[in-house]
């Protein structure tokens, strides 16, 4: 209940100037001061603990001097009535025991402050607590209840501590991805700002805790100091080790449904039915990327083909070919061995036999002459970009025709 | 008012036979709506009628379904050019691209081989299944025959 500022009056008069009555102007005088010198430590010591109090206005003649019900501008009538007695003692030239006193008055406030300032901050951190763990102030109500330093620093400063150690755990998980070994995108990092606001699915809140703990044993009093630097590396090294299980388990989970899928569903011919059903076999295959299985099939059976003829090394092709031009071969094909239209086989021409003196000259679609695939050489297939083997298919115009009609009745061809 | 219906149709390559004709390949979604097709050949010649001869033939396939709507257009070609080639090693890129070998077992020793710097599989022993192949091969290609001329022998 507060102190009304004519009850005051009543209280301190015996302690003014060795007493004096209440309605003595004296009284009204020392309890201004009195007031003057408490507001303005109470308000370096709100400051100096962060409180969320608004700052107290000392005027004189208390808030409302005169009337009945007015109060004290600050509320505590021991420090008070030290304070006045400090005041006397300074003006008997009592400086020691003017000392004394004006100590015993500011621990009076100082104690009010703090346990003003505790008791307000463990309402919100207990509020914040009842929350999703899983969220930012939910975990920085759990960090508030749970650590001891953390009465100590507002709800602002562990929030701060909370996105610093988010970061850190972005960073971490950033640099675990970035290798070869896995597939997850990057993150980027923004501060949370509201309480609501979510943890990545990857980054829960134990790991965050990890890092804040790590922060706030490194920031704390050293009087009361709980950790060791051990401990502070171990908060750290575990979250790390958190996100590297997390990291590993959300990567194994994704290679082996896509792997799945494709040995389940993939033609058995197929490069993905390959490296799929390979990565599921090999005895740690989850722990190779994608990329790393593509890379050994097409390796094996690189270094197989190069190791001898094989089923498969050679092979008969259907081509979409009908009437003279040239035509990109599957980019597979390294050459051709044998070519042929229906039933009938036919020459295939090396790239110089256009230009040689006993050659059959240059074949365009306009000169088709007969049936024949000359070499190209190679180049990039705009439909695809692979570089490919590409030939000149040679269809004469005439295809049907007899010899004779062809060559005019001689029979003979022209080359 | 109709709605819109997807039909599924890709460029398809047939090998020629004399006296057959080609029906074009496609599927639609949702599954077995009325269709047209036609096949409009290099002369501008439009049919309904599947084409038997070599070349290249436009097909267009519309769905008749008064409840749908929709079209697809792809190239149907009739060839008789083959080829025998020999293949070299390529870096597969494509999930459905075919492999040049076929033999799955011999990969994965390989492959096993190459992820554990020689230790954890056998390069001979790929080596040796796709030698087994190639004989499994040849005995199955050549068995018949050989039967059968051991048949007429014994005739």
């Known amino acids: 209940m507060a102190t009304l500022y004519s009850t005051a009056l009543s209280i301190l008069a015996p302690v003014v100037d060795n007493g004096v009555l209440p309605g003595d102007p004296r009284v009204a005088a020392r309890l201004d001061e009195a007031q003057r010198r408490l507001i303005n430590q109470y308000n370096a010591i709100s400051a100096r603990e962060e409180s969320l109090e608004t700052a107290l206005v000392w005027q004189a003649g208390g808030t409302d001097p005169g009337q009945s019900d007015s109060t004290l501008i600050l509320d505590d009538i021991d420090s008070t009535k030290l304070m006045i007695l400090c005041a006397f003692r300074e003006e008997n030239n009592q400086i020691e025991m003017a000392e004394g006193l004006e100590k015993k008055a500011f621990s009076y406030i100082e104690r009010d402050v703090v346990d003003n300032v505790n008791r307000t901050r463990y309402t919100i951190f207990a509020n914040l607590a009842l929350t999703d763990q899983n969220t930012f102030g939910g975990l920085a109500g759990r960090i508030g209840l749970e650590t001891f330093e953390s009465y100590k620093s507002p709800k602002t400063r562990i929030q701060s501590f909370v996105n610093q150690g988010y970061q850190q755990a972005i960073d971490h998980y950033n640099f675990i991805v970035r290798n070869e070994q896995a597939e997850l995108p990057p993150m980027s990092y923004s501060p949370l700002v509201y309480d609501s606001d979510a943890f990545p699915q990857m980054l829960p809140a134990e790991i965050i805790r990890g890092f804040v703990l790590s922060m706030l044993a490194q920031n704390t009093d050293s009087e009361v100091q709980y950790t060791s630097g051990k401990e502070i590396a171990n908060f750290k090294a575990e979250a790390q080790q958190l996100i590297q299980r997390n990291v590993t388990a959300a990567i194994q989970r994704v290679r082996y449904e896509k792997r799945k899928n494709l040995f389940q569903t993939a033609d058995p011919s197929t490069f993905g039915y390959h490296w799929g059903r390979i990565g599921l076999d090999l005895a740690d295959g989850l722990n190779y990327s994608d990329d790393q299985i593509k890379r050994a099939v097409n390796t094996a059976e690189e270094l197989l083909m190069n190791a001898g003829k094989w089923v498969g090394t050679i092979d008969t092709y259907l081509l979409p070919i009908v009437t003279s031009g040239e035509v990109f071969l599957p980019r597979a094909v390294e050459t051709i061995l044998f070519a042929q239209f229906g039933s009938n086989p036919q020459p295939v021409y090396d790239r110089f036999n256009e230009w040689m003196t006993e050659g059959s000259g240059i074949r365009t679609t306009d000169q088709p002459w007969r049936y024949a695939f000359v070499d190209r050489g190679e180049g990039i297939d705009p439909s695809d970009g692979f570089l490919k083997r590409k030939y000149f298919v040679s269809f004469p115009d005439d295809q049907g025709a007899s010899m004779s009609d062809r060559y005019g009745g001689s029979g003979f061809a022209p080359y | ?155």
């Open chain 2, 1 to 155: 008012m109709s709605t819109p219906a997807t039909i599924t149709i890709s460029n398809q390559v047939y090998s020629y036979t004399p006296n057959v004709s080609y029906q074009a390949s496609f599927s639609t979604t949702p599954a077995n709506l009325s269709t047209s097709v036609t096949y409009t050949d290099a002369g501008g010649n439009v049919s309904s009628t599947a084409p038997s001869t070599i070349g290249n033939y436009t097909v267009n396939v519309t769905i008749t379904d008064p409840n749908y709507t929709g079209s697809g257009t792809a190239i149907l070609t009739i060839s008789n050019v083959t080829i025998l080639a020999k293949k070299r090693p390529i870096a597969h890129v494509n999930d459905s691209e075919a492999m040049i070998l076929r033999h799955y077992q011999a990969i994965l020793e390989t492959v096993k081989y190459l992820l554990t710097d020689g230790k954890g599989g056998n390069l001979e022993t790929a080596k040796q299944l796709l030698a087994a192949q190639v004989n499994q091969n040849f005995f199955k290609q050549n068995m018949g025959s050989v039967h059968n001329k051991r048949v007429v022998n014994f005739r």
